[in-house]
T-cell receptor, first 107, second 120 residues
């Protein structure tokens, strides 16, 4: 099965910072990658699909890039509402898997 | 409005069984694969199982193979997860999620979750 590894696990940041989260797949997943945001007590929310496509209604400060095995989620200028946990997720084959999550918290 | 509503979560003893349900609305249910995803308290997301659009193909995470069965009823826009031989490590919030289909997205719609607690 394909394994997903995210880094860092925790990311201290301030409002206005540019934030980058990295996700690596154990084998190629082409562009079959999504990014989700989760806040405490809430269901996850899709931000990015097919590695770089912005989900409808998601602010343009979020962007995704990469293909194959290396992927990145970037928040160009962190807003107060963006403090949350972020997960990458592959959907390349008949299985699915999430990264372990990156918690963006206050510096 | 596109919506997924789960039910069936409960407190169950180790070795027991439970059946979770998810009812979909607001989209063409039969056009999408559907998955169950769980989250243990204070932990990350873990994919559990996926069923194909017509229900003919089913895949599971290794830790639940042989114990859990995913199924769907397209006529009722419903998804189910039969969980047998439950263990303490199955304790989690279980989410139903809309999976791959037209648009090539995965997990673009989530339910609110239903809590399963396995404890004596």
């Amino acid at each position: 099965d394909i394994q997903m590894t995210q880094s860092p696990s925790t990311l201290p940041a301030s409002v206005g910072d540019r934030v980058t989260i990295t996700c690596r797949a154990s084998q190629t997943i082409r562009s079959s990658l999504a990014w989700h945001q989760q806040k405490p007590g809430k269901a996850p929310k899709l931000l990015i699909y097919k590695a770089s496509n912005l989900e409808s209604g998601v602010p343009s400060r979020f962007s995704g890039s990469g293909s194959g095995t290396e992927f990145t989620l970037t928040i160009s200028s962190l807003h107060p509402d963006d403090f949350a946990t972020y997960y990458c997720q592959h959907y390349r084959d008949n299985s699915r898997a999430f990264g372990q999550g990156t918690k963006v918290d206050f510096k | 409005e596109v919506q997924l509503v789960e039910s069936g979560g409960d407190l169950v003893q180790p070795g027991g069984s439970l059946r979770l349900s998810c009812v979909a609305s607001g989209f063409t249910f039969g056009s999408y694969s559907m998955s169950w995803v769980r989250q243990a308290p204070g932990k990350g997301l873990e994919w559990v199982a996926v069923v194909s659009r017509d229900g003919s193909e089913k895949y599971y995470v290794d830790s639940v193979k042989g114990r859990f069965t995913i199924s769907r009823d397209n006529a009722k826009s419903s998804l189910s997860l039969q969980m047998n031989s439950l263990r303490a490590e199955d304790t989690a919030l279980y989410y139903c999620a809309k999976d791959w289909g037209p648009g090539e997205k995965s997990f673009d719609v989530w339910g609110q979750g239903t809590m399963v607690t396995v404890s004596s």
